[in-house]
């Protein structure tokens, strides 16, 4: 009986002996913890830079549209009225030749850009034709990608 315990003692031993070795190696040290923080903060700022500047660029898109939406309420008015309009208010408020059934064929926000600025509505003297344009991001003149100015003629 003692010599069959003798050998349990020793796989027990080392059973013990295996568990707290992984237990001692189970942990991160603080470095290896620094270094993934550093590594997973420089991956955020490229993908979060990307991001930003892509939201700009897709409302710049999305304003052309909306550009497209106002000329056909422009062409509509036109339609009705047998002109263009005066300045894109009309297409909000009817104008007072236009008796009772006249209706809105635009919203008032339709006048206003995503970047918050108006439209510029210019027809020319022969009541021909129109353009629309929108100054973009920056609200002035001139400028590239979400900064670009964008005309829209009509009919």
Known sequence: M???LAPLN???HRIRASRCTRRMQAGLTLV????VLVILSVLIGFLTKGLFNTGAT???RINVMKMEKLKS?????????NGLPPNLEALVNCPSNSGSACFPVAQADDLVDLFGGQF????????????LKT???????????????VVITGP
């Open 73 to 81: 309420a422009i062409s509509q008015y036109q339609l009705m009225n």
């Open 2 to 4: 003692i010599t069959t």
């Open 32 to 35: 290896e913890i620094v270094i």
């Open 10 to 12: 020793s796989i027990e």
């Open 58 to 60: 897709q409302k710049a």
């Open 120 to 131: 510029r509505y210019a027809a020319d003297g022969s009541g021909g034709s129109f353009s």
């Open 135 to 149: 100054l973009g991001q920056d609200k002035r003149d001139g400028g590239s990608g979400a900064d670009a100015d």
